[in-house]
């Protein structure tokens, strides 16, 4: 059996059972986790941190050899004092223990952690007892500002709580070479090439320009698997507003696709560059958009030689987010009635405690699920007044997590708009 | 020879040259270290992280059991995220490493410790390899704040960077009590009792109605040799603006006073109280004030039993700092003359030119302690008029670190106020 060809997820899983972990990398893959996002909520506020630290405690459980984030860690550039020392004390409490680390850094760590000050990986330093190492590139939201150039990641790393890596230094637009982590677990080699989330117009010129380069290491070089972390516009928002995957070098074998917050996880083929893209998607909801309704997972990546498996667990701490569009013009109001506004009020209050009722219905038997649930509706208003989302909202504050923003009020189906906020 | 007597600092220190250094408590105690002061000049912005790195490398070099932090650790209340960064790196780089701890921690390490969410101190943390504990309260400039009443203190515990004690929990006057971290090495048992900075007239009334309790051990509990770190006035700035010694109780031994910028390091003895005060005043010029004028300072504490001798080691690193006065009225300047203003600038350049030209002649043969000089003239003005500062300032850039504010014209000599920057 030929493994080393690039079959990658269509292999059975067979090939996992088979062999012994110690050739196997087990990795905990997530991305765009936002620490932070709306903390000062009473209801929401800790629900960033929540999910974080259930996709931790999976990795933990999992045992696996380290966690990979694919940028936004932090919803703020500048994360508040609260939300920076959460942030450490999960890291610390989660990631330091006595699992051995089972697997070899074979890159020049100088070259790929040099900038933080310490010349090493975290493992790797004698006085740190880590268990699970983190890797990380940053994000479009944590990214790297200011005099010194620093983002929060940085602040981190100078704790050896992460690995930070993929921090490119093109100040000016020479272009960027992204050199990468290298590991060995048995008999398996990987590399990790990764790419802090830069401005996606000036990218995209920088690919055109050629001016993106991929360092290969030069031995073997058709024995590695060749992950690489992007955090980017993955679908197109205007002409160079996007990364076309087919700019990605063809021998990337699976690429972790940060930014987009729908969860498409199960790994999607391009036949064309012949590699795998996975978009785990955001570990919480960040905007009652269609993107957001997709339930939320992390991905446990397994990888033997050049093959590898990623399954998808479910984040059972996300609140749950249910959505309806509702046209006012199909139901039986009458838009001449002079209670009409009360009964819009009470038509939209039942699509509400319907959805409601469902998300009920579907909890996971998890004590971390908060109760409330996020709820949209959509409505179509025309020929109809908008009614009082002040008043709906009160009767709503028990109920959801949600209360002001249930409502969205549209007349014409082109007029909305995805909120975005990736 | 009655070692336990109460001497103290009087007994010779030939006791601590007697005795196995596994019975002498050896201490690094440094305080307003007011990391990020200045950060954004360009002369000045690195001098409070220089001199504290240098404070780390002493205690690394007289291998010293801890370091004892007296407060105002940081400038900010919320240190820009290049400071926390930069803060971070020097403990992990310079307190981590393989010394091992040769002494115990007696008291119950939830109770000291357990508000940072780890349920002991960092050197007993089996992830952390801890060469040099830091033990530190806060100050008035980093005190807790916000709805989680956190501080950057907070942010360093919880990436096990230090030890952070006296953060007393009396949001109402209740009153508090002050826990004490006990320590013993061989034979010399010492309770470090720490109150993090509260307003001073607060603090007062507290005192005033004897709810400030220290909780002491019950047993032996004459054998403790006891250390207050405290972060108050020290002086009288108004009728309950301050601390009186006398408030505290007599049963210490050694009280460490932050806040106080001063270096008064040399221990004090109160013959009140029969106790000794030592005031390490902070390892930055943060006001050009006579306070300030003080050589820098750190201590090197040595406890045996109830006797202790505190060693004063030098800061080379700090800038350097003259002042001078001038009365323009005793100079033999006509202010008459056409030229008066040009010539004005003439004397007091020659002034400023003459305390650097002592500051050359005094400079630390180490490379870490700042070329340019901080200069201060307090110039009486009185039947003159004051000169141009910006072109003053212009002609000095290159000569000293503080150009903009070299001079300080007063007419009357109550006119002065010290600039208040503890
Ligand atoms: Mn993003
Ligand atoms: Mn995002
Ligand atoms: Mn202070
Ligand atoms: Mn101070």
Excluded at 278 to 302: A, M, R
Excluded at 333 to 361: G, M, R, T, W
């Amino acid at each position: 059996m030929d493994l080393s060809s690039s079959d990658g997820e269509l292999n059975d899983s067979a090939i996992f059972d088979e062999h012994d972990s110690e050739d196997v990398f087990r990795i905990t893959v997530t991305t765009d986790n936002h620490l932070g996002f709306m903390e000062k909520d009473a209801e929401r506020g800790m629900d960033s941190f929540i999910s974080f630290e259930e996709a931790l405690e999976i990795a933990k459980e999992e045992q696996v050899d380290f966690i990979l984030l694919g940028g936004d860690l932090f919803h703020e550039n500048k994360p508040s004092r609260d939300c920076l020392t959460k942030c450490q004390k999960l890291f610390r409490e989660h990631c330091f223990g006595d699992k051995p680390i089972e697997f070899e850094i074979l890159s020049d760590e100088v070259t790929n952690f040099g900038h933080t000050g310490f010349p090493r990986a975290n493992f790797n330093d004698p006085n740190l007892n880590v268990s699970i190492p983190v890797f990380s590139i940053h994000g479009n939201h944590d990214d790297p500002t200011g005099q010194q150039n620093l983002c929060a990641m940085d602040t981190l790393a100078a704790a050896g709580l992460v690995n930070y890596f993929g921090k490119s230094n093109t100040s000016c637009d020479q272009g960027v070479n992204i050199v990468p982590v290298l590991l060995q677990k048995g008999c398996t080699k990987i590399a990790i090439y990764g790419l802090g989330a830069i401005k996606d117009e000036r990218l995209y010129n920088m690919f055109e320009k050629g001016l993106v380069q991929f360092i290969r290491p030069a031995e073997d070089s058709d024995d590695w698997f060749n992950i690489f972390v992007i955090h980017q516009n993955r679908s197109a928002h205007g002409k160079k507003n996007y990364i076309p995957e087919t700019f990605l070098p063809d021998f990337l074998d699976l690429v972790i696709w940060g930014h987009e917050h729908e969860c498409r996880i199960r790994p999607e083929y391009n036949e064309l560059q012949r590699f795998f893209v996975s978009q785990p998607g955001s570990s919480v909801i960040t905007s009652l958009s269609e993107s957001e309704l997709e339930p939320k997972h992390i991905g446990l990546l397994k990888i033997y030689k050049k093959n590898f498996k990623l399954e998808s667990v479910p984040l059972r701490s996300v609140r749950q987010f249910m959505m309806t569009n509702v046209i006012l013009a199909e139901s039986e109001l009458n838009p001449a009635d002079k209670n009409i506004e009360l009964k819009i009020e009470q038509y939209l209050a039942k699509k509400v405690l319907s959805l409601i009722d469902k998300c009920q219905k579907n909890r996971y038997c998890y004590e971390k699920q908060p109760i409330k649930p996020l709820i949209r509706i959509k409505c179509d208003y025309t020929d109809y007044e908008p009614i009082n989302e002040i008043r709906f909202a009160q009767k709503m504050v028990d109920k959801v997590a949600n209360p002001r923003n249930i409502l969205q009020f549209y007349r014409k189906p082109t007029e909305i708009k995805a909120e975005a906020n990736l």
